[in-house]
Nanobody, 125 residues
Framework: QLQLVESGGDLVQPGGSLRLSCAVSGDIFSYYAIGWFRQTPGKEREGVACISGSGSVATYGDSVKDRFTISRNYAENTVYLQLNSLTPEDTAIYYC??????????????????WGQGTQVTVSS
């Protein structure tokens, strides 16, 4: 059974950077597109970035384009999300989720399972 575990969330000042990790185990890593989502209280979960199983395709939400970078390491079975130029509006719980044999064409939450437990990112001075 596939499992995802996020880490790397922290308190950071505006303009700062963080790298989030999503460790994947329990199945063949390259079978899964991995998406990063974020959520704040009272709002719907927002798609942030996605990387295909092969690593050849990466997509980004409009609000993070040119600031965030997604990558994956096949030796470590881990997907990374580099967050740069952070603003208070990036404060959220960040989740990673898997889509078996899927692509990164859409960020519909219902297309992804399972999900990790989330990691908190807080951007504040």
């Amino acid at each position: 059974q596939l499992q995802l575990v996020e880490s790397g969330g922290d308190l950071v000042q505006p303009g700062g950077s963080l790298r989030l990790s999503c460790a994947v185990s329990g199945d063949i890593f390259s079978y899964y597109a991995i998406g990063w989502f974020r959520q704040t209280p009272g709002k719907e979960r927002e798609g942030v970035a996605c990387i295909s199983g092969s690593g050849s395709v990466a997509t980004y939400g409009d609000s993070v384009k040119d600031r965030f970078t997604i990558s994956r390491n096949y030796a470590e079975n881990t997907v990374y999300l580099q967050l740069n130029s952070l603003t208070p509006e990036d404060t959220a719980i960040y989740y990673c989720a898997a889509r078996k044999f899927g692509d990164c064409s859409a960020y519909y939450v219902s297309l992804y399972a399972p999900w990790g437990q989330g990691t908190q990112v807080t951007v504040s001075s």
